[in-house]
């Protein structure tokens, strides 16, 4: 078997599902709208720059997690998907799942985004497996902590190969898609590295070693760049 691993926030959506469910949150009156988007976006931009803490981030995005009742965060999520996830899917996104789909490949996502985030969009794409960072729950509630390795840079192989040893699976080939220079560790690891929509760094980097470029911002289909 084959293996199609997706990067999910500039990627697979024409945006970052973890900065714009701050953006819900402010809108909730959940947090303090000037101090949670200075943070935010600071965030943001350490992320884009390569040099993200995530222990730190992560306290910072699970607080309002454990500072929310759980079924009022399933009430804020439902809106989320369809107010800022649903109009952010890219049609050429959902066309290279589907080849993926139809070829026999397996499929799976693979995001630092936190799995209470992340999960039901997984099921909009119909991708089997999700890999995610995972908040601790414990007593009908979550703590602002989080389990295990992050599967941010590094973490991100860690996680795949506890994926792929827990459920026994040799693959044949593994493919991977990301916009991001936070993904060099994985898109080196796998067969079939592929730089989608790629921020600077990572574009020069595919350059360098001969990777594809792709884009799914540009019509219905995916369309390779180099």
């Not at 935010?40 to 995530?54: C, P, S, T, V, W």
Request: net charge negative; charged share 30%; with cysteine.
């Amino acid at each position: 078997m084959q293996l199609a691993i997706f990067d999910l926030d500039n990627t697979l959506l024409g945006g970052d599902s973890d900065y714009l469910w701050g953006q819900h949150l402010m809108e909730k009156g959940a947090v303090s709208r000037t101090r949670f988007e200075e943070d935010n976006q600071r965030f943001m931009r350490d992320y884009e720059a390569g040099r993200l803490d995530i222990d730190t981030f992560l306290r910072f995005a699970l607080k309002p997690l454990a500072d929310t009742p759980y079924d009022t965060l399933c009430e804020w999520r439902r809106e989320f998907i369809d107010a800022h996830i649903r109009p952010r899917i890219l049609p050429a996104a959902r066309a290279l799942v589907d080849d993926h789909r139809d070829r026999g490949h397996g499929l799976m996502i693979i995001t630092a985004t936190n799995r209470f985030i992340t999960e039901p969009i997984a099921e909009l794409f119909n991708i089997p497996v999700l890999l995610a960072t995972e908040p601790e729950f414990s007593n009908g509630a979550f703590t602002g902590r989080h389990r295990g390795v992050p599967t941010f840079r590094e973490g991100k192989i860690t996680a795949l190969q506890q994926w792929l040893d827990d459920e026994g699976r040799m693959m044949e080939a593994m493919h991977f898609y990301s916009d991001s220079q936070n993904d060099l560790p994985l898109l080196a690891h796998v067969d079939h590295p592929v730089a989608v929509d790629p921020d600077p760094a990572l574009e020069a980097a595919a350059r360098e070693r001969g990777w594809p470029v792709m884009t799914l911002r540009d019509g219905e289909a995916p369309r390779v760049l180099s």
